[in-house]
């Protein structure tokens, strides 16, 4: 086994000890992709769409549907303005920046519901390319991970628990 796969092996094992954070798992990926790259690039990308879709309906099974009706039926409005702005303004912002329409459409669902589960289940329904499959999951979890890091500063600048 050559030094790249060590590597991402001693990553993978390293981020499933208790102790390493999601903060630290994160850098650690963005760490070995730009210093030696993935090894394993096939295998990883069909991983990442199973686990994907084993983790949201392990989500759904710990959720109780009576408790999300409970704390959900006040703001189901909100949720329902809140989803359709975003992806209003995700279909100008695409077509005022000229982006493929796969792809603005799907990081608007991913914007928009629930990252790349939304862009897991919506690729299918509007025949998106591997491409664009591609690019809006990185334009998301490129979001998402710099919220990973600004959004706890700016809680504790305003001081909130």
Same mark, same amino acid.
């Given at each position: 086994m050559n030094l790249k796969k060590t590597l991402f092996l001693v990553l993978l094992a390293t981020c499933a000890l208790p102790h390493v954070g999601t903060g630290l798992g994160l850098a650690m990926g963005i760490g070995l992709s730009f210093l030696v790259g993935n090894p394993w690039p096939e295998k990883t990308a069909s991983a990442s769409k199973h686990l994907l879709k084993i983790s949201v309906v392990g989500l759904g099974f710990g959720m109780q549907l009576a408790e999300v009706w409970r704390v959900g039926k006040h703001s189901i409005v909100y949720t329902f303005v809140g989803i359709a702005g975003t992806l209003a303004a995700g279909a100008v912002l695409g077509r005022a920046l000229k982006v493929h329409g796969s792809t603005a459409t799907l990081v608007s669902f991913g914007t928009a519901i629930c990252g790349g589960s939304a862009i897991a289940a919506m690729a299918p329904?509007?025949?998106?390319? +591997?491409?664009?499959? /591609?690019?809006?999951?990185?334009?998301?979890?490129?979001? +998402?991970?710099? /919220?990973?890091?600004?959004?706890?500063?700016?809680?504790?600048?305003?001081?909130l628990s």
């Open positions: 329904v509007v025949q998106a390319e +591997n491409e664009d499959v /591609a690019v809006s999951m990185a334009t998301i979890f490129t979001l +998402n991970s710099v /919220a990973l890091f600004l959004f706890p500063v700016i809680g504790h600048l305003l001081q």
